[in-house]
C-alpha cells in the first residue's frame, strides 16, 4: 500500500513563505521523478515544478527564482519551498510520483497523487 502524505499549506500574507512536504509511505519500490502541481475549482491540473531521481528540476515560468523544489531520497520526502508569495498562487498544491516495484509482477511504473494542500494567499 503506497500512500503519499502532503503538509504544510495555510493562510499567508503576500510576500510570506510556505513548505510544502509530501512523503512516500510504503515499501518495495523506488522513485523515480517526482512533482508538484496547482489546481483550482473546477480547473486542470498544471504542473508547478518537477525533479528528477538525481536532482535536476524545471519550474513552470510563474514560479521560477520563487519556489525550490527537492526531495530527500534517504526518507521519501518531497519539497516545495515557497518564497515572496503571491495572491495569484492561491490554489490547491498536489504531489506526484512515479514509482517502480521491486515485484516483477508490478511491471512498468506507476503514478502516484497526494491529497492536495491548500495554499492561501492574501493581499
Known amino acids: 500500500q503506497v500512500q503519499l502524505v502532503e503538509s504544510g499549506g495555510g493562510l499567508v500574507q503576500a510576500g510570506g513563505s510556505l513548505r510544502l512536504s509530501c512523503e512516500v509511505l510504503?515499501?518495495?519500490?523506488?522513485?523515480?521523478?517526482m512533482a508538484w502541481y496547482r489546481q483550482g475549482p473546477g480547473k486542470q491540473r498544471p504542473l508547478v515544478a518537477h525533479i528528477t531521481r538525481d536532482g535536476s528540476t524545471n519550474y513552470r515560468d510563474s514560479v521560477k527564482g520563487r519556489f525550490t523544489i527537492s526531495r530527500d531520497n534517504a526518507k521519501n520526502i518531497l519539497y516545495l519551498q515557497m518564497n515572496d508569495l503571491k495572491p495569484e498562487d492561491t490554489d490547491v498544491y498536489y504531489c506526484n510520483a512515479d514509482l517502480t516495484f521491486a515485484n516483477p509482477y508490478y511491471y512498468g511504473s506507476y503514478d502516484y497523487w497526494g491529497q492536495g494542500t491548500q495554499v492561501t494567499v492574501s493581499s
Open positions: 510504503g515499501s518495495g519500490f523506488s522513485i523515480n521523478h
